[in-house]
């Protein structure tokens, strides 16, 4: 991949006609100048920034500054001279496409707090699709972070999706039901309070959309929102009033706004992996071990097995062509249960199925002995031939949980074991510097449709594609054809192509997807769908929660995907083809003509000027494989 920084040591501040003196702003604009940043620093010394695009305001003035052992570095401070540069990158990914781009300007900020004399930074950088700034205030000892004034505040009659889940569980394993709110509403929207895990998508009165969220998580406690009014929400974190300590340099995340003019740009952005440091290369020298793949499981559908069930589960995903199976909780009330596990393994190693196996994170815990704990269950799992662990029930985002999340993607990594982490905080951009976490959960996914709480709703299913999964992969866990809730077979094959997670765990149970009749008809499409893509197009008209349409390419074959989350029958007439190109194609075509059944059609040279049209009752669905002929010898 290709790179290239560049820095110049000279920046223009820009001074107000309006402000005195000692306050001015400085201008900080995107490579193609579509976002436009404005940092200042008034009269009083207090910060602040606002963000446009393409001259639309998506953020209005709003505070910067960070609090440490009782010092408000955002007030009363002075800037000092300012440094400029600019990043352009491109690196692998795993996801919606194959190439990332990392392309943007940076802006650094000596800054100096007058009162008590410390001197600190405050990093910003500016992207065609958003902006992003942290601080980083040098140090040695034990100090205390407090808070942040950190804040976005928002242009008035905004729209807010956010998840909501009105119980004690909201704010630990960012488990809601997406919703839309008035940006008012928001201080009183939830019965939780006033305080919303991220993202947060916004909807601008202009037709721009807004994703607020943090990206480079490592080290500091996760970031919440909390709705102050007069449409802000500012940075919140677990610890509260007390805040949490922190030993030398801090170095916090970057606090980020993601701003599009459509959905496929949104879904598309590259700018939270970008934020993140690349992948140490003595840590990953050799990335070959990290494979991404569809994963069968028994949980869901079952239980977890004894193991004789699991290996039948692995004989399953073999001849599903899937390339895990996941051992989940239970497997350590066996006997001998790492015999178990290795004999399971080996067998596993012959089908071409590798084997992922769950703990709780309460076993693990302890950071004692440099994680002696951890490390002494990630050398058994590897020593018994495992691909991967399934970390459970981390249940907050505190500063203690952010630190081991990061021992363990590190203690994994030196076992080469790929990890996916569940009952856990949203993801921001990590599995960039940490390529052996491939999913972690973070989403209200299938599992409601087996509890009391769920079922999962079809408008939540139409919401993810443009919220939750713009910040990463989510272990949604696709496909419950015994358990759709309101919704179709082909609502629920669409999830399948809808949600990207480069482990893609599938709920259903194997032998169901193989043997059921009235999913046979489907069965070669489903086993075909990958879990990573090379390309990802939204299509018109698709809506937040109403529709979601999305047409992803892997090597030369695309697939089309469609979910109807509203309240009404919809028809989407001669819907656009033109990401087939030039080419034709074989194509086939999967509805259901009622909820628990698939209809079928073959279609052949089809292109990009074939009219498509698909009707979707309420809940339903629709996919359409395109595969470029076999020519005949």
């Known amino acids: 991949m290709q790179h290239s920084w560049r820095f110049d040591l000279c920046a223009v501040l820009v001074f107000c006609s309006a402000c005195s003196a000692n306050s001015g702003h400085i201008a900080l604009r995107s490579p193609s100048e579509t976002i436009q940043a404005s940092i200042r620093v008034d009269a009083g010394g207090s910060l602040s920034y606002s963000v446009k695009y393409k001259g639309v305001v998506v953020i209005e003035p709003s505070p910067l500054g960070i609090t440490i052992d009782g010092v408000d570095l955002g007030k009363g401070v002075r800037a000092g001279a300012a440094r400029r540069g600019e990043i352009s990158e491109t690196f692998m990914v795993l996801g919606v496409h194959s190439v990332a781009t990392n392309h943007c300007r940076t802006l650094t900020l000596p800054m100096v707090h007058e009162a008590s004399g410390t001197e600190y930074q405050l990093e910003f950088r500016a992207y065609d699709d958003g902006f992003a700034w942290r601080y980083r205030i040098p140090g040695t000892g034990t100090r205390t972070v407090l808070r942040e004034a950190s804040s976005w505040t928002l242009p008035s009659a905004s729209r807010i999706w956010y998840a909501e889940r009105d119980n004690s569980w909201k704010l630990k394993s960012y488990a809601g039901e997406w919703l839309v709110a008035d940006i008012d509403a928001m201080p009183k929207v939830s019965g939780?309070?006033?305080?919303?895990?991220?993202?947060?998508?916004?909807?601008?009165?202009?037709?721009?959309?807004?994703?607020?969220?943090?990206?480079?998580?490592?080290?500091?406690?996760?970031?919440?929102?909390?709705?102050?009014?007069?449409?802000?929400?500012?940075?919140?974190?677990?610890?509260?009033?007390?805040?949490?300590?922190?030993?030398?340099?801090?170095?916090?995340?970057?606090?980020?706004?993601?701003?599009?003019?459509?959905?496929?740009?949104?879904?598309?952005?590259?700018?939270?992996?970008?934020?993140?440091?690349?992948?140490?290369?003595?840590?990953?020298?050799?990335?070959?071990?990290?494979?991404?793949?569809?994963?069968?499981?028994?949980?869901?559908?079952?239980?977890?097995?004894?193991?004789?069930?699991?290996?039948?589960?692995?004989?399953?995903?073999?001849?599903?062509?899937?390339?895990?199976?996941?051992?989940?909780?239970?497997?350590?009330?066996?006997?001998?249960?790492?015999?178990?596990?290795?004999?399971?393994?080996?067998?596993?190693?012959?089908?071409?199925?590798?084997?992922?196996?769950?703990?709780?994170?309460?076993?693990?815990?302890?950071?004692?002995?440099d994680w002696k704990v951890m490390r002494g269950f990630m050398a058994r799992v590897k020593a018994s031939g495992a691909a991967g662990v399934k970390v459970d029930f981390l249940n907050a985002e505190s500063l203690d949980r952010i630190r081991f999340e990061e021992a363990a993607l590190r203690i994994a990594a030196q076992n080469r074991l790929l990890v996916n982490f569940h009952g856990c905080r949203k993801p921001g951009g990590e599995s960039r510097t940490y390529p052996n976490e491939?999913?972690?959960?973070?989403?209200?996914?299938?599992?409601?449709?087996?509890?009391?709480?769920?079922?999962?709703?079809?408008?939540?299913?139409?919401?993810?594609?443009?919220?939750?999964?713009?910040?990463?992969?989510?272990?949604?866990?696709?496909?419950?054809?015994?358990?759709?809730?309101?919704?179709?077979?082909?609502?629920?094959?669409?999830?399948?192509?809808?949600?990207?997670?480069?482990?893609?765990?599938?709920?259903?149970?194997?032998?169901?997807?193989?043997?059921?009749?009235?999913?046979?008809?489907?069965?070669?499409?489903l086993k075909a769908v990958p879990s990573v893509w090379d390309e990802t197009r939204v299509l018109e008209p698709s809506k937040i929660g109403e529709l979601a349409i999305i047409a992803r390419r892997s090597g030369a074959t695309w697939f089309l995907a469609a979910v109807n989350g509203g309240k009404q029958t919809v028809t989407l007439d001669n819907l656009d083809l033109s990401f087939l190109g030039k080419d034709s194609y074989d194509a086939v075509y999967l509805s259901s003509d009622g909820p628990s059944q698939f209809t079928r059609s073959e279609h052949q040279a089809v292109n990009a000027a074939t009219p498509l049209c698909v009707p979707l009752d309420v809940g339903d669905g629709f996919v359409a494989r395109f595969e470029r002929p076999i020519k005949k010898r």
């Open 438 to 525: 491939l999913t972690r959960e973070a989403v209200r996914g299938l599992e409601l449709n087996k509890m009391k709480e769920g079922p999962i709703t079809p408008a939540h299913n139409a919401a993810l594609p443009f919220t939750r999964l713009v910040v990463g992969a989510a272990d949604y866990t696709p496909l419950g054809f015994s358990r759709p809730g309101p919704t179709s077979y082909a609502h629920q094959l669409a999830t399948l192509v809808l949600f990207t997670s480069p482990l893609q765990v599938i709920a259903e149970n194997p032998d169901l997807l193989l043997n059921d009749t009235k999913l046979r008809t489907a069965l070669d499409v």
């Open 192 to 369: 939780q309070g006033p305080v919303q895990g991220p993202p947060l998508v916004a909807e601008l009165p202009r037709g721009v959309y807004a994703v607020l969220t943090e990206a480079a998580v490592f080290n500091y406690s996760g970031l919440r929102l909390r709705a102050i009014g007069e449409r802000r929400f500012q940075a919140d974190f677990t610890e509260g009033d007390k805040g949490f300590k922190m030993e030398g340099e801090i170095v916090t995340p970057w606090r980020v706004v993601v701003v599009a003019p459509d959905l496929n740009r949104l879904v598309n952005t590259d700018m939270l992996a970008g934020l993140c440091p690349p992948p140490d290369e003595g840590l990953f020298a050799d990335r070959s071990w990290i494979k991404p793949g569809r994963c069968a499981w028994r949980w869901w559908s079952l239980g977890t097995g004894d193991p004789d069930q699991e290996r039948a589960v692995v004989d399953a995903a073999a001849r599903l062509g899937f390339e895990y199976s996941l051992v989940d909780e239970g497997w350590e009330a066996w006997n001998d249960p790492f015999e178990n596990i290795r004999e399971l393994c080996a067998h596993g190693r012959q089908k071409g199925v590798g084997v992922f196996v769950w703990k709780n994170y309460s076993e693990l815990c302890s950071p004692a002995e």
